[in-house]
């Protein structure tokens, strides 16, 4: 879970790339440097991002079974919000109780 600023988009094969830099980590499950790949398994823009928007991004770590591919992945149902400060007040208070 971190806040993160959309620097840009690229269609990859049948995958979408966003380079995001990250803003606020708020769950360390595994680190995070302040530029990272996010990657979306569709072309669609599900759910949509655009470039120079900030969002709360849910994201999780993929790692192929060959352990050759890692990299982070949001679904396209996954929970990509803009980000306001409500949604920053949200999240800490969430933190507090897991």
């Given at each position: 879970v971190f806040q993160g600023r959309i620097l840009a988009r690229r269609l990859v094969g049948q995958e979408t790339r966003y380079e995001v830099e990250v803003k606020t980590p708020y769950r360390h499950r595994f680190p995070l440097?302040?530029?990272?790949?996010?990657?979306?398994?569709?072309?669609?823009?599900?759910?949509?991002?655009?470039?120079?928007?900030?969002?709360?991004?849910?994201?999780?770590?993929?790692?192929?079974?060959?352990?050759?591919?890692n990299r982070i992945l949001l679904q396209d149902n996954g929970y990509a919000r803009p980000w306001t400060p409500r949604e920053d007040r949200l999240v800490r208070e969430a933190a507090r109780h897991c």
């Open positions: 440097v302040t530029r990272e790949y996010v990657w979306v398994p569709n072309t669609c823009s599900c759910p949509p991002l655009r470039e120079g928007g900030e969002y709360l991004l849910m994201a999780r770590r993929h790692v192929n079974y060959e352990r050759t591919l």
